[in-house]
């Protein structure tokens, strides 16, 4: 079955450093294209970043451009998300997501195949 799994969050002081991990199973993950999303009580869930099935092509949201990056390694069924100079703003449960599809979406209404999510905490 169909399956990812998020692990790396946890608390941290602003300015400080994360790494996201989502491993997949049951699924073609390296003819996919994954995406990491985030989501806060009473906001809908935004879209942070996103890579196609080969990495060579890769998308992030305005707010997190230049201190996030997304990165997957094919042979490990696995999409990271690298996470520097973190923000309180930054705060919220974050997930990973599959589209079947080798080329990414910045809709979140695409991606089919979703983890359960990990929190992310930064404080000040």
């Known amino acids: 079955q169909e399956q990812l799994v998020e692990s790396g969050g946890g608390l941290v002081e602003a300015g400080d450093s994360l790494r996201l991990s989502c491993a997949a199973s049951?699924?073609?993950?390296?003819?996919?294209?994954m995406g990491w999303f985030r989501q806060v009580p009473d906001k809908e869930r935004e879209i942070v970043a996103a890579i196609n099935w080969s990495g060579s092509m890769t998308y992030y949201i305005d707010s997190v451009k230049g201190r996030f990056t997304i990165s997957r390694d094919n042979a490990k069924n696995t999409v990271y998300l690298q996470m520097n100079s973190l923000k309180p703003e930054d705060t919220a449960v974050y997930s990973c997501a599959a589209r079947p599809k080798v080329t990414f979406s910045t809709s979140v209404l695409v991606y089919t195949i979703w983890g359960q999510g990990i929190q992310v905490t930064v404080s000040s």
């Open positions: 049951g699924l073609p993950f390296s003819t996919s294209a």
